[in-house]
Each structure stands twice: as structure tokens, then as C-alpha cells.
């Protein structure tokens, strides 16, 4: 649940913990925060009272993207500077050797210009990740297992790095442009399975190229997948450069 006062963004989670969750949550926060504090809006409070947790930013004109993508039905020419915005920063955080960990809607925010983008983040991690050193995080909503890689399910032995990252951030770009979840079920383990193991289908919507580079992006295997959002970037801006050019994307070399 997001609320939205003025001055101020809100980010209130609900549930109810156990005072030694909650003890967890708020130590990891701490610990996330050391390292992404450039990349996050600046945090004015951070209140455990009542066994839940409610986090109190600064507002600079930002909103987060969950209430952008439930305001805005984003077609392929609002997808570019999005996409774009968001994969910058997060190139710019993994090139300081940091997973986010936590890649979605509710962990994005935009400024109102569409120019600049933070993240909020619960679990960032410094590299070198081993998967079997990787815990999965306090389970805070359902909605966390709608992004989660397949190697952050814990239930295979894939390595946990920024890869992982690049996987969320796919189903991210699926969400955009197919306007729904890529995975439509409530329990998590139906999302856990499905992350594992379904390969989703094609969006008809919109260019094979960028099917193309949302289905890499969503790949099972690590190695299939971009191996840097570095490369992301540079395949989505030539999109954007051809799409304005021409108003449509051609098969092209990515």
C-alpha cells in the first residue's frame, strides 16, 4: 500500500511481523541503504512501531512507477524513454557492483519530467553474490514473487547476480507492454513454478525486435539472457533511434 502526501512519498507496508522479522527487514534496510544511498530519494524516517513498517521520503515531483503504469496504458513510443530511464540507472548501479535484488514497480520512482529515476531498495547486495549464500528475502507481499528471477526462488542452483536484475527488469518491460502481469496468479508458489519453468508468449502488440529483447531478458538460464545492462541499453536506445526515424522497427542487429 503507497500512499502519497505532499512533500513527502510514503511507502507503507502493512503486514503485520513478528518482532524478529521486523528486527531483520529494517537491519537489511540499513544495510541496503549504505549502498544505494546515491541511487534512492533521501529517506526523512524509517518507523518499526506496531510491528509493521513505514518509510518516509523526500518528494521532488517523484512518483512510483506502479501508479504510472496504473495511470498510463504506455504504448511503444512512452515505452523508450521509460525502458531507457530505467536502464541507465540500473547500469550505472550494477557498474558500482550492486544488485538490487528487489527489481519492481514499487521499488522505482520517476520525477515528474521523465528525466531522472530512483530506486528504493530492501535487500541490495554488494558482488561477488554466490547462490547458495543468497537468501531469499522476508517475504513482504505477494507481489514480490511477480518480479523474482528463477534463481532467486531458491529452488535451483543458478547464480544470483545482476543478471538477476536483468530478468525482473523483463518482466517489467512485459508488464508495460502487454498492460497486465506477465504471470496472473495470486499464490506464490504457482509464480515460483512459473518463473522456473513457463516460457511466456510473444507480445503480438508490438515489434518482433522488441520481443526479441524482452524474451532475452527473460530467458530460464543466466547465460541466455543479456549478460549486462550495459548491453541492454545500447540495443534499446538503436530502437528508439529507428522507431523515431521511421516509425516502425525492423528486424535489426542487436
Same mark, same amino acid.
Given at each position: 500500500?503507497?500512499?502519497?502526501?505532499?512533500?513527502?512519498?510514503?511507502?507503507?507496508?502493512?503486514?503485520?511481523?513478528?518482532?524478529?522479522?521486523?528486527?531483520?527487514?529494517?537491519?537489511?534496510?540499513?544495510?541496503?541503504?549504505?549502498? $544505494?544511498?546515491?541511487? @534512492?530519494?533521501?529517506?526523512? +524516517? =524509517?518507523?518499526?512501531?506496531? *510491528?509493521?513498517? !513505514?518509510?518516509?521520503? &523526500?518528494?521532488?515531483?517523484?512518483?512510483?512507477?506502479?501508479?504510472?503504469?496504473?495511470?498510463?496504458?504506455?504504448?511503444?513510443?512512452?515505452?523508450?524513454?521509460?525502458?531507457?530511464?530505467?536502464?541507465?540507472?540500473?547500469?550505472?548501479?550494477?557498474?558500482?557492483?550492486?544488485?538490487?535484488?528487489?527489481?519492481?514497480?514499487?521499488?522505482?520512482?520517476?520525477?515528474?519530467?521523465?528525466?531522472? $529515476?530512483?530506486?528504493? @531498495?530492501?535487500?541490495?547486495? +554488494? =558482488?561477488?553474490?554466490?547462490? *547458495?549464500?543468497? !537468501?531469499?528475502?522476508? &517475504?513482504?507481499?505477494?507481489?514480490?514473487?511477480?518480479?523474482?528471477?528463477?534463481?532467486?526462488?531458491?529452488?535451483?542452483?543458478?547464480?544470483?547476480?545482476?543478471?538477476?536484475?536483468?530478468?525482473?527488469?523483463?518482466?517489467?518491460?512485459?508488464?508495460?507492454?502487454?498492460?497486465?502481469?506477465?504471470?496472473?496468479?495470486?499464490?506464490?508458489?504457482?509464480?515460483?513454478?512459473?518463473?522456473?519453468?513457463?516460457?511466456?508468449?510473444?507480445?503480438?502488440?508490438?515489434?518482433?525486435?522488441?520481443?526479441?529483447?524482452?524474451?532475452?531478458?527473460?530467458? &530460464?538460464?543466466?547465460?541466455?539472457?543479456?549478460?549486462?545492462?550495459?548491453?541492454?541499453?545500447?540495443?534499446?536506445?538503436?530502437?528508439?533511434?529507428?522507431?523515431?526515424?521511421?516509425?516502425?522497427?525492423?528486424?535489426?542487429?542487436?
Amino acid at each position: 500500500k503507497i500512499k502519497e502526501p505532499t512533500n513527502v512519498l510514503i511507502k507503507y507496508i502493512k503486514q503485520q511481523f513478528y518482532k524478529e522479522e521486523l528486527n531483520i527487514l529494517v537491519t537489511r534496510f540499513k544495510k541496503s541503504l549504505e549502498l $544505494t544511498e546515491s541511487f @534512492s530519494p533521501k529517506l526523512l +524516517s =524509517l518507523d518499526s512501531s506496531d *510491528n509493521t513498517l !513505514q518509510l518516509v521520503f &523526500k518528494n521532488d515531483g517523484l512518483d512510483f512507477f506502479s501508479n504510472i503504469l496504473n495511470k498510463e496504458k504506455i504504448e511503444l513510443v512512452e515505452f523508450f524513454p521509460y525502458a531507457i530511464l530505467i536502464t541507465r540507472k540500473l547500469k550505472d548501479l550494477h557498474k558500482k557492483r550492486i544488485v538490487h535484488l528487489d527489481f519492481r514497480p514499487n521499488n522505482i520512482l520517476i520525477s515528474s519530467d521523465k528525466k531522472s $529515476t530512483f530506486f528504493i @531498495s530492501f535487500f541490495s547486495r +554488494s =558482488l561477488p553474490l554466490e547462490s *547458495n549464500h543468497y !537468501q531469499h528475502p522476508v &517475504k513482504l507481499d505477494e507481489d514480490l514473487y511477480q518480479y523474482t528471477s528463477p534463481e532467486q526462488t531458491g529452488r535451483i542452483n543458478l547464480q544470483v547476480d545482476q543478471r538477476s536484475d536483468l530478468y525482473s527488469l523483463g518482466v517489467l518491460f512485459y508488464e508495460m507492454l502487454n498492460h497486465k502481469k506477465l504471470f496472473n496468479f495470486q499464490d506464490h508458489q504457482s509464480l515460483i513454478h512459473n518463473h522456473i519453468a513457463k516460457m511466456p508468449a510473444p507480445i503480438d502488440s508490438i515489434p518482433e525486435t522488441i520481443n526479441g529483447i524482452i524474451l532475452k531478458l527473460l530467458s &530460464k538460464s543466466v547465460e541466455d539472457r543479456y549478460q549486462s545492462a550495459y548491453g541492454l541499453l545500447k540495443d534499446l536506445e538503436k530502437c528508439q533511434e529507428v522507431f523515431l526515424k521511421n516509425q516502425k522497427i525492423p528486424n535489426i542487429g542487436l
